[in-house]
């Protein structure tokens, strides 16, 4: 019986700090959910944009994203922005991208104030594309 009542209590505490978890302060960073391409991608066709979604609405204002190729050459349109209608995403146009690596990076800053700076790589597979 005692055993029983500990467990509904467990269960009952479970609960409630799963359901304060995504706004208890100091825990709350933007955290990347997904992204298109995905992080390691290995792409048959090269993205002309590169979107990404984080658990956590971001300050347009201090978000940016960017993409860089194996030489450093920086290969995306300097328009990275928060999408006004979806505060959670952070997008990102490209140049046309040869055969090659490339690293996304991406500092973002959440909402309860903390910044979350971060990358990722993904490839573009194949010979440059038949004219
Ligand atoms: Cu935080």
Same mark, same amino acid.
């Given at each position: 019986?005692?055993?029983?009542? /500990?467990?509904?209590? &467990?269960?009952? $505490? ?5 359901? $304060?978890?995504?706004?208890?302060? /100091? ?11 995905? /992080?390691?991608?290995a792409l ?5 944009r590169?979107? =990404? ?8 204002? @201090? ?8 030489? /450093? ?10 999408? #006004?209608?979806?505060p959670?995403? $952070?997008? &990102?146009?490209?140049?046309? =991208?040869?055969? #090659? ?6 500092? &973002? =800053?959440?909402?309860? #104030? ?5 990358? @990722? ?11």
């Amino acid at each position: 019986m005692i055993s029983r009542v /500990g467990r509904g209590a &467990v269960a009952a $505490l479970a609960a409630a700090t799963l359901a $304060l978890g995504s706004t208890a302060p /100091g825990d709350a960073h933007a955290v990347l959910v997904r992204s298109s391409p995905p /992080g390691r991608a290995a792409l048959s066709k090269a993205p002309d944009r590169v979107d =990404l979604w984080f658990n956590e609405r971001l300050e347009a204002a @201090f978000s940016s994203a960017s993409v860089w190729s194996a030489e /450093g050459t920086q290969m995306d349109r300097k328009d990275a922005r928060v999408d #006004g209608s979806d505060p959670r995403r $952070l997008s &990102v146009t490209l140049a046309p =991208l040869a055969p #090659g690596a490339y690293t996304l990076r991406y500092r &973002v =800053l959440s909402v309860d #104030g903390h910044v979350v700076d971060s990358s @990722f790589s993904f490839t573009v597979k194949g010979a440059p594309a038949p004219k």
